[in-house]
């Protein structure tokens, strides 16, 4: 662990930052913005999905794009939700309460990620599948989180990814750009729960 963070933690924790900014934050908000297709009907939405699983060489673009970026921004991220530690019970200041939410919010992003592309891979990837599952209420619940938390653990990460690559220096324009990453939140989480809206009509 000691070795970890002495010669390669400053490297490896950019890496990490920069992974959760390109290429996972953008599939993120091309993600969301694909699937509002949905809004526009289920022959619509399937056309779409179809049309991305049949794109030329998509395994190898999910492959390097998405799956191994994530892959190692779980794996350190789970290293880091072990290995840290939070004044929460000392210190409540707001900050203190995103600490552990970005933490809890990994964890369950990772489980509920793990879970999507299981049901689309192996599963039937289609608007009536997904439908299906969140007429379920804790299928819903399941959805809705996964979305909630996974724009919450992405927004909450552009705030300390412009901290640890020195964008944002001294509180004034780190409080500007909490700001402006609320605002990306809100955005990205209305834009995610239509796009859950549409599978329940």
Same mark, same amino acid.
């Given at each position: 662990?000691?070795?970890?963070?002495?010669?390669?933690?400053?490297?490896?924790?950019?890496?990490?930052?920069?992974?959760?900014?390109?290429?996972?934050?953008?599939?993120l908000?091309?993600?969301?913005?694909?699937?509002?297709?949905?809004?526009?009907?289920?022959?619509?939405?399937?056309?779409?999905?179809?049309?991305?699983?049949?794109?030329?060489?998509?395994?190898?673009?999910?492959?390097?794009?998405?799956?191994i970026?994530?892959?190692?921004? %779980?794996?350190?991220?789970?290293?880091?939700?072990?290995?840290?530690?939070?004044?929460?019970?000392?210190?409540?200041?707001a900050?203190?309460?995103?600490?552990?939410?970005?933490?809890i919010?990994?964890?369950?992003?990772v489980?509920?990620?793990? %879970?999507?592309?299981?049901? $689309?891979?192996?599963?039937?990837?289609?608007?009536?599948?997904l439908?299906?599952?969140?007429?379920?209420p804790?299928?819903?619940?399941?959805?809705? $989180?996964?979305?909630?938390?996974?724009?919450?653990?992405f927004?909450?990460?552009?705030?300390?990814?412009?901290?640890?690559?020195?964008?944002?220096?001294?509180?004034?324009?780190?409080?500007?750009?909490?700001?402006?990453?609320?605002?990306?939140?809100?955005?990205?989480?209305?834009v995610?729960? %239509?796009?859950?809206?549409?599978?329940?009509?």
């Amino acid at each position: 662990m000691d070795t970890l963070q002495r010669p390669y933690h400053f490297l490896i924790r950019r890496v990490h930052s920069l992974l959760g900014l390109i290429p996972i934050g953008i599939f993120l908000m091309f993600h969301l913005t694909l699937n509002l297709s949905a809004q526009l009907g289920a022959s619509q939405y399937d056309k779409v999905i179809e049309g991305m699983r049949n794109f030329p060489g998509i395994f190898v673009v999910e492959l390097v794009v998405i799956f191994i970026p994530i892959a190692f921004h %779980a794996v350190y991220g789970a290293w880091v939700v072990y290995t840290g530690q939070s004044n929460l019970l000392r210190y409540k200041y707001a900050r203190n309460w995103f600490y552990i939410i970005q933490r809890i919010s990994g964890v369950y992003t990772v489980v509920f990620v793990l %879970a999507h592309v299981w049901m $689309l891979r192996f599963g039937e990837a289609n608007f009536a599948a997904l439908q299906h599952f969140v007429a379920n209420p804790l299928g819903l619940i399941f959805y809705a $989180l996964g979305i909630v938390l996974a724009i919450f653990h992405f927004t909450n990460g552009l705030w300390t990814f412009a901290i640890t690559w020195g964008i944002t220096v001294g509180q004034i324009a780190q409080q500007k750009w909490s700001y402006a990453c609320a605002v990306i939140f809100v955005i990205l989480t209305v834009v995610g729960l %239509a796009d859950l809206s549409a599978f329940l009509r």
